[in-house]
């Protein structure tokens, strides 16, 4: 499976030029190929990558729709403005891998399977990216792909367990009983990935108590929504620090669930969640480390939402707050 890679006259139709001003897609580089010594050669700290699938998120029982996300967030992505804040030449856009193909059942074992085979793809790409010293940012796709970019940094970071902060109503720590969107974590903690894991914002309602016996039994620490923002035991930003001091220890993945955002279409939609507000603060705040070594965006469902143009443009804030904040270390 290839990743389709942007070229420059497909980014330039996604651009809205206007005379006097500077878009983002203006000023981001591309490369030819999809090579380590291409994307070494660039001067752009950060790679853009999209995963165009919603696999993972059915395999789990949830709803398909992240798979159009990456489309979503690059329209609008490319047409903000180069300016102070952000020029565009910080990034380098590559494209995104196309893997629906991949399953053509909704068949559980056979999205599973699927699953598993999108892990060897997905994982190779960032493992390109991560072997020439550059930080991803991935767009789109169901939380199954959360292990693939934990270990793919691990074993581009010599084999060593990597850490890893998550912002989601689901802990994603279910049984390892084939692969799916609901248990990315288990597993890399399972396989000696993943060593230190904090989850920010869990839904009580929605974790099961064998999932958070398990997460007491691993040692993970996790705050719940409930005690945030509803019994007010914790401020969000002291949950946030709490997270950060412990995966703050050596290289760590920053992983957005935008199941935890209100009203946000998604696999698994809450009418009850964080704002988007809070959903930036928490990127800019988790971004604000050389240890944070990249950036996942996932479960949107643009295709389930009434304004579509809307979710793009909230994963390509979330992007852009993470950039300005990682960008100074």
Same mark, same amino acid.
């Given at each position: 499976?290839?990743?389709?890679?942007?070229?420059?006259?497909?980014?330039?139709?996604?651009?809205?030029?206007?005379?006097?001003? #500077?878009?983002?897609?203006?000023?981001?580089?591309?490369?030819?190929?999809?090579?380590?010594?291409?994307?070494?050669?660039?001067?752009?700290?950060?790679?853009?990558?999209?995963?165009?699938?919603?696999?993972?998120?059915?395999?789990?029982?949830?709803?398909?729709?992240?798979?159009?996300?990456?489309?979503?967030?690059?329209?609008?992505?490319?047409?903000?403005? *180069?300016?102070?804040?952000?020029?565009?030449?910080?990034?380098? !856009?590559?494209?995104?891998?196309?893997?629906?193909q991949?399953?053509q #059942?909704?068949?559980?074992?056979?999205?599973?399977?699927? #699953?598993?085979?999108?892990?060897?793809?997905?994982?190779?790409?960032?493992?390109?990216?991560?072997?020439?010293?550059?930080?991803?940012?991935?767009?789109?796709?169901?939380?199954?792909?959360?292990?693939?970019?934990?270990?793919?940094?691990?074993?581009?970071?010599?084999e060593?367990?990597?850490?890893?902060?998550?912002?989601?109503?689901?802990?994603?720590?279910?049984?390892?009983e084939?692969?799916?969107?609901?248990?990315?974590?288990?597993?890399?903690?399972?396989?000696?990935?993943?060593? /230190?894991?904090?989850? !920010?914002?869990?839904?009580?309602?929605?974790?099961?108590?064998?999932?958070?016996?398990?997460?007491?039994? /691993?040692?993970?620490n996790?705050?719940?929504?409930?005690?945030?923002?509803?019994?007010?035991? =914790? #401020?969000? /930003?002291?949950?946030?620090?709490?997270?950060?001091?412990?995966v703050?220890? *050596?290289?760590?993945?920053?992983?957005?669930?935008?199941?935890?955002?209100?009203? !946000?279409?998604? *696999?698994?939609?809450?009418?009850?969640? =964080?704002? !988007?507000?809070?959903?930036?603060?928490?990127?800019?705040?988790?971004?604000?480390?050389?240890?944070?070594?990249?950036?996942?965006?996932?479960?949107?469902?643009?295709?389930?939402?009434?304004?579509p143009?809307?979710?793009?443009?909230?994963?390509?804030?979330?992007?852009?707050?993470?950039?300005?904040?990682?960008?100074?270390?």
């Amino acid at each position: 499976m290839e990743l389709e890679l942007l070229n420059r006259e497909s980014l330039d139709k996604l651009i809205g030029f206007r005379k006097s001003e #500077t878009k983002l897609g203006e000023q981001l580089l591309i490369v030819n190929s999809f090579t380590v010594e291409d994307l070494k050669a660039s001067v752009a700290k950060f790679v853009l990558i999209g995963i165009s699938e919603d696999i993972g998120p059915r395999a789990n029982l949830g709803k398909a729709g992240a798979a159009a996300a990456w489309d979503a967030f690059l329209a609008k992505f490319v047409n903000m403005q *180069s300016n102070r804040y952000l020029n565009g030449n910080e990034c380098v !856009v590559l494209g995104k891998l196309s893997l629906n193909q991949l399953c053509q #059942t909704e068949q559980l074992d056979d999205l599973r399977t699927a #699953t598993e085979a999108m892990d060897d793809v997905v994982t190779k790409a960032l493992f390109t990216i991560y072997k020439a010293g550059k930080i991803p940012i991935i767009i789109g796709g169901g939380h199954n792909n959360s292990y693939n970019n934990i270990k793919a940094l691990a074993l581009a970071n010599q084999e060593k367990a990597i850490n890893c902060i998550n912002l989601d109503p689901h802990a994603d720590f279910r049984a390892l009983e084939g692969r799916h969107s609901g248990n990315g974590f288990s597993y890399a903690h399972a396989e000696g990935y993943l060593k /230190k894991y904090a989850i !920010v914002g869990l839904h009580e309602g929605y974790n099961s108590e064998s999932m958070l016996t398990e997460l007491d039994r /691993k040692g993970i620490n996790y705050s719940t929504f409930e005690a945030i923002f509803i019994r007010e035991e =914790i #401020t969000f /930003k002291t949950a946030i620090n709490n997270a950060l001091m412990i995966v703050n220890q *050596s290289l760590y993945g920053i992983e957005i669930d935008l199941d935890a955002v209100e009203n !946000v279409a998604s *696999s698994a939609q809450t009418p009850s969640g =964080i704002s !988007v507000i809070d959903a930036r603060k928490f990127t800019h705040t988790a971004a604000n480390s050389s240890n944070a070594a990249y950036l996942h965006l996932c479960e949107a469902a643009p295709s389930l939402s009434q304004q579509p143009d809307q979710i793009g443009k909230l994963l390509a804030y979330l992007a852009t707050d993470f950039i300005k904040s990682r960008k100074t270390f």
